[in-house]
């Protein structure tokens, strides 16, 4: 069964110049996922089309379209990386009939196979129970080598929900891996909304022993504690994984997501947990997810998506 579609140059595109000067210019298209095996380091953006779980998970449908119109926003966007840096576009990953657990299967095994192939392995979404199948390749990856990984999650939701029918959805993918990996199940969530979840969510947070900010508390004006929080954090681990959930964003900012909200936090704050995170050296793995195109208004959602991933890939590399 194939889940898999190779990437397409119609996804990329934007100024012209004679020199390479954008994104759209360096990006080079990678067939049939197979991957580059050489030892330099990398970069391997792949998508994940898939609205199975959000669809599980009673949101609104539409994610699918989401790793397509970050690459269209993304391609536009000036080119501050290293010269001989590859930036590889491995295609997407889909869901067929309904098994969201093939698809998941699929992006773990491609997780493993890049983090060993000196891959920055940067995930587009599609619905956040990307981040199920994701860690589970970064875990793999990490514990293989002896050391802890560390998920921060920037989200309004601590997506700890229980699984529905024992299927997973977009609102269950950090309980599926506490739940497989009780003893190395470590992770961060901030800018969680209380009205966004309820009482037994907190519950599950603190029977796995999670870390998290609620969104009161993640505000600029309080960075000097949310700063010590997330350092005290990357001590505890030796590896990071970073989950960003656009439905964290205030809907001001991020309007085309599953789950809108008009409390959520701004780019400020997000945009110096990056660099906080990135400066510890650790940042193995990137997904940005839950990009619904049809509610977006001119792009925005998708912008805001693609400058956080140029942001934080350009913060790695330099």
Known sequence: MNLHQNPSPFHWSGRKSDQIEY????????????LREDPIKKIGI?????????????????TIEGPSAIRKMLGSVALHLPEKLPLLDYGD???????????????????????????????????????????????????????????????????????VKD????????????????????????????????RSLFEAAEKFKARYIVME??????????????????????????????????????????????MGFNPQIAFKVFELIVKSKKLISLDVVELNPQFDQDNATARLAARSIEYIVRKVFS
């Open 23 to 34: 994104w759209h210019q360096a990006i080079q298209p990678v067939a049939n996922l197979k």
């Open 93 to 163: 990953i889909f869901t067929l009939d309904q098994d969201m657990e093939a698809s998941h299967d699929l992006i773990s095994k491609t997780t493993f196979d890049l983090l060993t192939t000196n891959h920055f392995p940067v995930f587009l979404g599609g619905g956040h129970d990307l981040a199920y199948a994701h860690g589970r390749g970064a875990l793999k990856f990490v514990k293989g080598k002896g050391e802890k990984l560390g998920i921060i999650n920037l989200d309004a939701h601590f997506d700890l929900r229980p699984k």
């Open 217 to 262: 508390d993640f505000r600029l004006h309080n960075w000097e504690y949310i700063e010590e929080q997330i350092i005290w954090f990357i001590d505890s681990v030796n590896k990071i994984y970073l989950s960003i959930d656009l439905d964290g964003f205030s809907s001001a900012f991020a309007p085309g997501v599953s789950a809108p909200s008009p």
């Open 46 to 62: 792949l998508g994940y089309s898939g609205e199975e779980g959000v669809i599980r998970n009673q949101g609104r449908i539409g």
């Open 167 to 198: 299927k997973g959805h977009s609102g269950s993918p950090f309980l599926q891996l506490a739940e497989e990996n009780p003893d190395d199940f470590n992770y961060l969530a901030l800018g969680i909304q209380r009205a966004a979840n309820p």
